[in-house]
């Protein structure tokens, strides 16, 4: 059963970059039918998608963050990053990893989830 | 992209009750459409994928149907413990979309 579990900083000041690491246990990253993604939440308000990462590299952004998100995989460790660069307030949120995939069928959803992280921006 | 607007934002609502959620799609997205439940201080849960399928260990008073722009999701008898807030989601492309949410509170 695939696990997930967030880590990195709490608190990030203004301007600086945002690193998060998801791990992954109870499977491979390296299925060939896996995706994995990011999710956000600002305090009291709704989901945001950040990306999607396959264990090959291929990347999908949300075109809203696209210009400050990477999101890359270490198979090796069996993880798999979120950096989001020039931070504001705005982007003060609970950020979540999930998996994203259903095997060979085309229809695709977030299952499970990560507990979540939350991040705060503030200098 | 494409839109994704649920309604109501929120209901009040009784032990009992059935409850309908309404999700519409900008453009058609097919069957492409999964809901989940998240609790305060909690992950979202999945509740339905590919717009009416149950996943696994979900209740059976869940419900799940539509299709191309138009879905819902019924609770068929409200408990006690199905108080929270539902989320719709559109697969069918990227950038992905989650609705504004449903929150469902005790009249």
């Known amino acids: 059963q695939l696990q997930l579990q967030e880590s990195g900083p709490g608190l990030v000041k203004p301007s600086e970059t945002l690193s998060l690491t998801c791990t992954v246990s109870?499977?491979?990253?390296?299925?060939?039918?896996?995706?994995w993604g990011w999710i956000r939440q600002p305090p009291g308000k709704g989901l945001e998608w950040i990306g999607n990462?396959?264990?090959?590299?291929?990347?999908y952004y949300n075109p809203s963050l696209k210009s400050r998100v990477t999101i890359s995989v270490d198979t090796s460790k069996n993880q798999f990053s979120l950096k989001l660069s020039s931070v504001t307030a705005a982007d003060t949120a609970v950020y979540y990893c999930?998996?994203?995939?259903?095997?060979?069928?085309?229809?695709?959803?977030?299952?499970?989830w990560g507990q979540g992280t939350l991040v705060t921006v503030s200098s | 992209d494409i839109q994704m607007t649920q309604s109501p934002s929120s209901l009040s609502a009784s032990v009992g009750d059935r409850v309908t959620i309404t999700c519409r799609a900008s453009q058609s997205i097919g069957s492409y459409l999964n809901w989940y439940q998240q609790k305060p201080g909690k992950a979202p849960k999945l509740l339905i994928f590919a717009a009416s399928s149950l996943q696994s260990g979900v209740s059976s008073r869940f419900r799940g149907s539509g299709s191309g722009t138009e879905f819902t999701l019924t609770i068929s008898s409200l408990q006690p413990e199905d108080f929270a807030t539902y989320y719709c989601q559109q697969s069918y492309i990227t950038p992905l979309a989650f609705g504004g949410g449903t929150k469902v509170e005790i009249k």
């Open positions: 109870g499977g491979s990253i390296s299925r060939s039918s896996y995706y």
């Open positions: 999930s998996y994203y995939a259903s095997g060979s069928s085309p229809f695709k959803w977030f299952d499970p």
């Open positions: 990462i396959h264990y090959s590299g291929s990347t």
